[in-house]
């Protein structure tokens, strides 16, 4: 994991600092973009990830995923019911 060029960034002030010897990394995505990851770690030795823990970081993204567009929806359903004379600022 160490050595993947997407961990270089973080190498100096989180993975060695915390030993980090295995990482799966899901992303979480909102409006079609993306919006952040979801991160399993672990400590010690180096290890494969087993395809129901891969499925279970997909499905854990997915839920974030869908929890913020719920979010966002909400929001956008109580700006529609609010008077624009509310002075609520729209975006």
Known sequence: ???HPLAQEFLENYI???GI????VAPVFKG???AGVVCFEETGSPRPWS???QNFAILMADMVSL???ARARKVREILDRTP???GVPRG
């Not at 010897?21 to 799966?24: M, T």
């Open 1 to 3: 994991m160490r050595s």
């Open 16 to 18: 060695v600092p915390l």
């Open 21 to 24: 010897s295995a990482a799966l």
């Open 32 to 34: 079609g973009m993306k």
């Open 51 to 53: 395809v129901d823990e």
């Open 67 to 69: 929890a913020l567009e």
């Open 84 to 86: 624009r004379s509310a």
